[in-house]
């Protein structure tokens, strides 16, 4: 009689870390008896951005607006909500 070995699988990856059966029940078992809450420490948030909280604010570009954003930005190496920070605050005069 022949055995069936099980077949390891996988469920991608988090972090760089491959989310294997194994190292799922492992984390289940971990979760299950229960953490140490005064060893979680809370992650903190994003920086502040300036005197008051920043917000979120949505804009629509047409498609070659757009595309403009995202090559300047590139070129830069910066995100595209920072681009557009920076042509506003020049737009504006303000550093």
């Keep these: 009689m ?3 070995k099980k077949k390891k699988r996988s469920w991608g990856t988090s972090g760089g870390v491959e989310l294997t059966d194994e190292l799922l029940d492992k984390m289940v078992a971990e979760a299950e008896a229960g953490y140490d809450l005064d060893r979680l420490r809370p992650r903190p ?6 005197r008051e909280a920043a917000t ?7 498609p070659e ?16 909500s920072e681009m557009a920070r920076r042509l ?3 737009e504006r005069g303000i550093q």
């Excluded at 948030?45 to 300036?50: D, H, S």
């Design 65 to 80: 607006l757009r595309k403009a954003l995202f090559e300047r930005a590139k070129t830069e190496w910066l995100t595209t």
């Design 2 to 4: 022949t055995t069936k």
């Design 45 to 50: 948030g994003r920086p502040p951005m300036g």
């Design 88 to 90: 506003l605050r020049r």
């Design 56 to 62: 979120v604010f949505q804009v629509r570009l047409e």
